[in-house]
C-alpha cells in the first residue's frame, strides 16, 4: 500500500495510470472518493484520462488482485488537486433563505469546491456589507471547504441579507448571497385567473403567481363552487419553488353552470387571505358546442368553396378571351377595313354596304382567302394589319393544341 500527490491546472488533460507487475495478470480498479470509475481483468496496467475539471480534485485509488494475493488486494491512493478558484460545490445543498422566529438561532452553511484550500469572510449586508466576527452574537466555523455562520439569539435587527465570501490565489473570489427571513404567513397568491379547455369543455384551468411564503413551504388552496351554492369544494397544490407561475386543473364539472374560484396560501404558520373571486361559464353542452363548431365549419366552406370555384371559371373565361378570341375578332374587324378600302366611295354614299363589307369579312369566302394572300405581297397598311393578326391567330392554334398536348 502506498500513496502520491498530483497537482494540475485546471482544463488542462491528463492521464491516471495503474501499472502492475504481477504473473498471471491481475483484476485491476479505479475509484475515486471510493466510487469505481473504471476496471478491468487479467491486466498488467489501467488507465484514465482527467479533462481535470475543478471537481475531479479527489482522492483516487488503484486496486489489485489475483490469485496469488493470499492476503488482500494491492492498493495505492492518489491525491489529485486541481487548481482552480472557489465555487459552490455541486455536490451539495445550501439553503439560502432560512426562516426563523424571535430569540432562535439560524446557521448558513456553504460548501465550495477550490485548490488551494480557499479563505472565507462572513459578512451582513443592509444595505452595505460589513464583515462579521466571531463574538456573542455570531459563531462562525471554518474548516477545508466547508463554512458555518450561526446567528444567535435572533432578533429584528438580524433579519434580511447575508454573504460569504470565498477566495484564494486563483482566479476571482465567489459570493454567495443568504437571506434570513421572518417566519409569518404566506402572502396573497397574484394573478388568479382560469382558461377553459378546448377539447375538454367541462374542464378548467387556473393560474396564478405565487406570493412571499413566509418562510416555510406553502400550499395553495383552490377554492370553487356554483354560484348560489353555500358548499366549496376544494383542490390542493404544493409550491414549486422552482416554478414561477404554477398551475391546477379542475375536471368533471357540469356543464351550462356558472362557477365561482379564490384561491389563498397556508404554511405552517397560517393561513394569507383569499383572492377576489372570479366567476367563469362552461358551455352548455360539449357535443352540442362540437356540433355547432362542425355546422360553422361546413357553412365556411359551403360558402367558399364556390366561390374559389366561380373566381377560377371566370379567370379561364378572361384568359380565353384575351389570348383567343379577342385576336380573332380583330381578324375580322381587319378584314373588314380592308374591305371598305377598296370600295371608299361606295361606302360613303351607301352606308349599308359598309356593313354588308364588314358581315362579308366575317364569314368564310372569297375575302377570306385574299386575306391569307396578302401575307405573300404586303403592299398596303391595311394588308399589314392582316399579316399580324393571321399570325396571331396562328399562335394561339399554337397554343391551343400545345394545352390540349399537356392538360
Same mark, same amino acid.
Given at each position: 500500500?502506498? /500513496?502520491?500527490?498530483?497537482?494540475? $491546472?485546471?482544463?488542462?488533460?491528463?492521464?491516471?495510470?495503474?501499472?502492475?507487475? /504481477?504473473?498471471?495478470?491481475?483484476?485491476?480498479?479505479?475509484? +475515486?472518493?471510493?466510487?469505481?470509475?473504471?476496471?478491468?481483468?487479467?491486466?498488467?496496467?489501467?488507465?484514465?484520462?482527467?479533462?481535470?475539471?475543478?471537481?475531479?480534485?479527489?482522492?483516487?485509488?488503484?486496486?489489485?488482485? $489475483?490469485? @496469488?494475493? %493470499?492476503?488482500?488486494?494491492?492498493?495505492?491512493?492518489? @491525491?489529485? $488537486?486541481?487548481?482552480?478558484?472557489?465555487?459552490? /460545490? *455541486?455536490?451539495?445543498?445550501?439553503?439560502?433563505?432560512?426562516? /426563523?422566529?424571535?430569540?432562535?438561532?439560524?446557521?448558513?452553511?456553504?460548501?465550495?469546491?477550490?485548490?488551494?484550500?480557499?479563505?472565507?469572510?462572513?459578512?451582513?449586508? #443592509?444595505?452595505?456589507?460589513?464583515?462579521?466576527?466571531?463574538?456573542?452574537?455570531?459563531?462562525?466555523?471554518?474548516?477545508?471547504? =466547508?463554512?458555518?455562520?450561526? &446567528?444567535?439569539?435572533?432578533?429584528?435587527?438580524? @433579519?434580511?441579507?447575508?454573504?460569504?465570501?470565498?477566495?484564494?490565489?486563483?482566479?476571482?473570489?465567489?459570493?454567495?448571497?443568504?437571506?434570513?427571513?421572518?417566519?409569518?404567513?404566506?402572502?396573497? *397568491?397574484?394573478?388568479?385567473?382560469?382558461?377553459?379547455?378546448?377539447?375538454?369543455?367541462?374542464?378548467?384551468?387556473?393560474?396564478?403567481? *405565487?406570493?412571499?411564503?413566509?418562510?416555510?413551504?406553502?400550499?395553495?388552496?383552490? =377554492?370553487? +363552487?356554483? !354560484?348560489?351554492?353555500?358548499?366549496? =369544494?376544494?383542490?390542493?397544490?404544493?409550491?414549486?419553488?422552482? !416554478?414561477?407561475?404554477?398551475?391546477?386543473?379542475?375536471?368533471?364539472?357540469?356543464?351550462?353552470?356558472?362557477?365561482?374560484?379564490?384561491?389563498?396560501?397556508?404554511?405552517?404558520?397560517?393561513?394569507?387571505?383569499?383572492?377576489?373571486?372570479?366567476?367563469?361559464? %362552461?358551455?352548455?353542452?360539449?357535443?352540442?358546442?362540437?356540433?355547432?363548431?362542425?355546422?360553422? &365549419?361546413?357553412?365556411?366552406?359551403?360558402? &367558399?368553396?364556390?366561390?374559389?370555384?366561380?373566381?377560377?371559371?371566370?379567370?379561364?373565361?378572361?384568359?380565353?378571351?384575351?389570348?383567343?378570341?379577342?385576336?380573332?375578332?380583330?381578324?375580322?374587324?381587319?378584314?373588314?377595313?380592308?374591305?371598305?378600302?377598296?370600295?371608299? !366611295? #361606295?361606302?360613303?354614299?351607301?352606308?349599308?354596304?359598309?356593313?354588308?363589307?364588314?358581315? =362579308?369579312?366575317?364569314?368564310?369566302?372569297?375575302?377570306?382567302?385574299?386575306?391569307?394572300?396578302?401575307?405573300?405581297? *404586303?403592299?398596303?397598311?391595311?394588308?399589314?394589319?392582316?399579316?399580324?393578326?393571321?399570325?396571331?391567330?396562328?399562335?394561339?392554334?399554337?397554343?391551343?393544341?400545345?394545352?390540349?398536348?399537356?392538360?
Amino acid at each position: 500500500m502506498g /500513496s502520491s500527490d498530483i497537482t494540475v $491546472n485546471e482544463n488542462v488533460s491528463s492521464t491516471i495510470a495503474c501499472y502492475v507487475d /504481477s504473473n498471471p495478470g491481475s483484476a485491476i480498479t479505479l475509484l +475515486k472518493d471510493g466510487i469505481l470509475i473504471k476496471k478491468t481483468w487479467g491486466s498488467h496496467e489501467l488507465e484514465s484520462t482527467l479533462r481535470n475539471y475543478c471537481n475531479d480534485s479527489g482522492v483516487y485509488t488503484c486496486t489489485s488482485v $489475483n490469485d @496469488y494475493n %493470499t492476503d488482500g488486494a494491492s492498493i495505492k491512493n492518489i @491525491y489529485y $488537486n486541481v487548481q482552480c478558484a472557489p465555487r459552490r /460545490s *455541486p455536490n451539495r445543498d445550501i439553503l439560502k433563505n432560512v426562516s /426563523s422566529a424571535n430569540n432562535e438561532n439560524v446557521t448558513l452553511v456553504f460548501y465550495t469546491i477550490a485548490y488551494p484550500a480557499p479563505q472565507f469572510s462572513w459578512q451582513k449586508c #443592509a444595505p452595505t456589507c460589513t464583515k462579521i466576527t466571531d463574538g456573542m452574537k455570531y459563531k462562525i466555523v471554518s474548516e477545508d471547504l =466547508e463554512s458555518n455562520l450561526t &446567528v444567535l439569539n435572533i432578533q429584528q435587527s438580524d @433579519y434580511g441579507s447575508y454573504q460569504v465570501v470565498v477566495s484564494n490565489t486563483i482566479g476571482s473570489a465567489w459570493i454567495e448571497h443568504y437571506n434570513i427571513l421572518r417566519q409569518a404567513k404566506p402572502s396573497v *397568491p397574484g394573478y388568479f385567473h382560469y382558461t377553459q379547455h378546448l377539447q375538454n369543455q367541462t374542464t378548467v384551468a387556473f393560474y396564478w403567481l *405565487p406570493g412571499d411564503n413566509g418562510g416555510s413551504v406553502q400550499t395553495f388552496i383552490i =377554492e370553487y +363552487k356554483t !354560484t348560489g351554492s353555500q358548499v366549496w =369544494e376544494q383542490i390542493s397544490v404544493v409550491e414549486k419553488t422552482s !416554478t414561477p407561475l404554477m398551475n391546477a386543473s379542475v375536471d368533471n364539472l357540469s356543464t351550462g353552470t356558472e362557477y365561482q374560484a379564490r384561491i389563498f396560501a397556508r404554511n405552517k404558520f397560517g393561513a394569507s387571505y383569499g383572492t377576489d373571486t372570479i366567476t367563469f361559464l %362552461t358551455p352548455a353542452s360539449t357535443t352540442r358546442a362540437t356540433h355547432q363548431s362542425l355546422s360553422q &365549419v361546413w357553412c365556411i366552406v359551403g360558402a &367558399v368553396v364556390p366561390g374559389i370555384l366561380l373566381v377560377g371559371f371566370i379567370s379561364v373565361l378572361i384568359f380565353l378571351r384575351l389570348t383567343n378570341h379577342i385576336h380573332f375578332t380583330k381578324k375580322g374587324v381587319h378584314e373588314g377595313l380592308a374591305s371598305a378600302s377598296t370600295t371608299k !366611295t #361606295a361606302a360613303a354614299d351607301d352606308p349599308a354596304n359598309v356593313t354588308m363589307a364588314h358581315y =362579308e369579312a366575317l364569314t368564310p369566302g372569297q375575302r377570306s382567302t385574299s386575306v391569307y394572300s396578302s401575307l405573300q405581297h *404586303p403592299t398596303s397598311t391595311d394588308n399589314r394589319f392582316a399579316q399580324r393578326t393571321a399570325l396571331g391567330a396562328h399562335d394561339i392554334e399554337l397554343q391551343e393544341q400545345s394545352a390540349y398536348q399537356n392538360p
